[in-house]
């Protein structure tokens, strides 16, 4: 498909740059697949959209400071470090992007503020780098002190003290994303315990979030963009939690399209399998989903794979229609933004 088809215009005072005071006091916009029928609600209501035996699968990857910045020792001039994930052992090589990338002739080796050095091993094009750190003491420590929470860059700020925790999902567990499960931002533990007492059970999942979530389509059509590996896990325990519940007759819910994008990766003809791997799934329009039954989820970027995800999940039509609706009642969009119910 083309990617203009997946375009809307969105008004920029309406990107959230900031979080609410309440993780779950955001709106929620309901979306009836089928029909098209739209609803507008809260997220601390979902349970009374949910129904006894569905069951709510979560991602619990954890943000890492993944946003350095360094200096070329001999011009003093200055990098930025993205981390986009380890390639060997133990934690001195990383695969980065490095900004501006034009600064970087060859090898050489940068200045990390306040301490620690980079080398830089190998040009991996596009902006990506292999890099290898050391002179920084034991690495978690030093990656706490030197990096900074990697907003995504239409949050026109730089990270405070408050994203450290309000960007990150109170139930994340395994570090490994580098930027964070937006979905999950909006749940409380009084939300979970709603949940379960409107007999909705939940399950985990991981999916570390990396460059094939969130990396732009530049492609003029969606057949020619490559999407990027991202690691994941699905616990025994999930895959027979899914299974109970489509055997009882209840819904799956994917909190999140990272959830939607594990699930359909780890699908096999005799349904949803334990593994440890990487995906590189690019759900578009056309696709049939098969271990989802519905998903929440916030609002996307124009001409995204999530919103193409999301497209080929309930309709294009009917997503852009949602959308439309969405700016038209000044909904807050993208990571810090409100949430869609899609049943």
Not at 53 to 80: H, M, Q, S, W, Y
Not at 241 to 257: K, M, Q
Not at 264 to 275: F, I
Not at 323 to 334: L, Q
């Amino acid at each position: 498909m083309k990617t203009r088809l997946f375009h809307y215009a969105l008004p920029a005072q309406l990107v959230a740059q900031r979080p609410l005071a309440q993780r779950d006091a955001s709106r929620m916009l309901v979306l009836d697949r089928k029909t098209g029928r739209l609803a507008h609600s809260r997220v601390k209501d979902l349970p009374q959209w949910l129904l006894p035996g569905d069951l709510l699968v979560r991602n619990e990857t954890k943000v890492i400071p993944a946003r350095l910045f360094a200096v070329k020792p001999e011009t003093r001039a200055r990098i930025e470090v993205f981390l986009l994930r380890r390639t060997g052992a133990g934690n001195a090589e990383w695969e980065a992007l490095l900004s501006p990338a034009k600064r970087i002739k060859g090898p050489l080796t940068l200045q990390i503020q306040p301490r620690g050095q980079l080398e830089v091993l190998e040009n991996l094009g596009t902006g990506h780098f292999l890099v290898r750190f050391s002179k920084t003491g034991p690495f978690q420590a030093f990656l706490k002190s030197a990096g900074h929470i990697p907003l995504p860059p239409y949050i026109k700020r730089q990270d405070e003290t408050a994203d450290w925790s309000r960007y990150q999902t109170l139930f994340a567990k395994k570090e490994g994303s580098v930027a964070a499960p937006t979905a999950g931002l909006h749940f409380t533990p009084e939300l979970f315990k709603a949940l379960k007492g409107r007999g909705v059970q939940t399950a985990p999942v991981t999916l570390h979030v990396g460059l094939g979530t969130f990396l732009g389509v530049t492609a003029a059509d969606t057949e020619d963009h490559v999407m990027h590996p991202e690691v994941f896990e699905v616990p025994a325990a999930t895959a027979k939690a899914v299974e109970g519940t489509r055997r009882g007759g209840g819904r799956v819910v994917a909190l999140g399209t990272t959830v939607a994008r594990t699930l359909e990766s780890a699908w096999t003809p005799e349904g949803l399998q334990a593994q440890k791997g990487e995906t590189r799934l690019f759900i578009t329009p056309g696709y049939e989903f098969k271990g989802v039954d519905a998903l929440f989820t916030n609002f996307h970027q124009p001409e995204s794979t999530l919103l193409m995800m999301v497209s080929a999940f309930a309709g294009r039509e009917r997503v852009l229609a949602a959308y439309e609706e969405a700016i038209r009642e000044k909904y807050r969009f993208f990571s810090y933004g409100d949430a869609m119910l899609i049943l």
